[in-house]
């Protein structure tokens, strides 16, 4: 059975549900997270998406990301997916929300309204190597310059997320 994805206003009001593909080729606004998870050293885990993901593969981005199901908090959909892609558990907040636009080369669009989540973990992620293909931690002043400096290794929602989430990111480090 193919995934649902929940359809929003820009009010972030659910108003249907959609097939995830059918939702991505008609760039129509939905729901969906992002999670970051931070370590004791201020370094932010990345990971590398999987070689045959639909879109984007073999990108960096955050820790993982995907979309809500119908009925499900953005905390439990954040805790799930992160138990699925990464292999471990986190509690999680939500730290802010934003809708963003970003097509791909191969028709694709993502248009969401993001919900951007972060936790804690000190460990190393069991990863799902169906989901992911590498990981690594990063500070977030590297992982700036890295973007600056090499653009097309990170996904588009990374970059957009991450430029409006890094002030955020460095006062919650500096704590």
């Known amino acids: 059975m193919e995934e649902k994805v929940i359809l929003v206003d820009d009010q972030n009001n659910q108003i249907g549900l959609m097939p995830k593909m059918e939702a991505h080729e008609k760039a129509v606004l939905h729901r969906a997270f992002s999670v970051f998870i931070i370590n004791d050293k201020g370094e932010t885990m990345l990971q590398q998406r999987a070689a045959d993901k639909y879109h984007s593969p073999l990108l960096w981005t955050n820790t993982c990301c995907s979309h809500q199901r119908d009925g499900e908090t ?50 190393k992620p069991e990863i799902n190597l169906d989901e992911v293909a590498d990981w690594k931690w990063m500070k977030p002043e590297a992982i700036q310059q890295d973007i600056q400096e090499n653009p097309g290794t990170y996904t588009e929602w990374f970059k957009i997320i991450f430029e409006k989430f890094y002030e955020h990111l460095m006062q919650h480090i500096s704590k």
């Open 74 to 123: 953005n905390i439990e959909a954040g805790k799930r997916r992160l138990m699925e892609e990464m292999g471990f558990e986190s509690e999680l907040k939500e730290v802010l929300s934003f809708i963003y636009k970003a097509p791909f080369d191969n028709g694709l669009t993502e248009h969401e309204y993001d919900h951007v989540l972060m936790g804690h973990y000190n460990g």
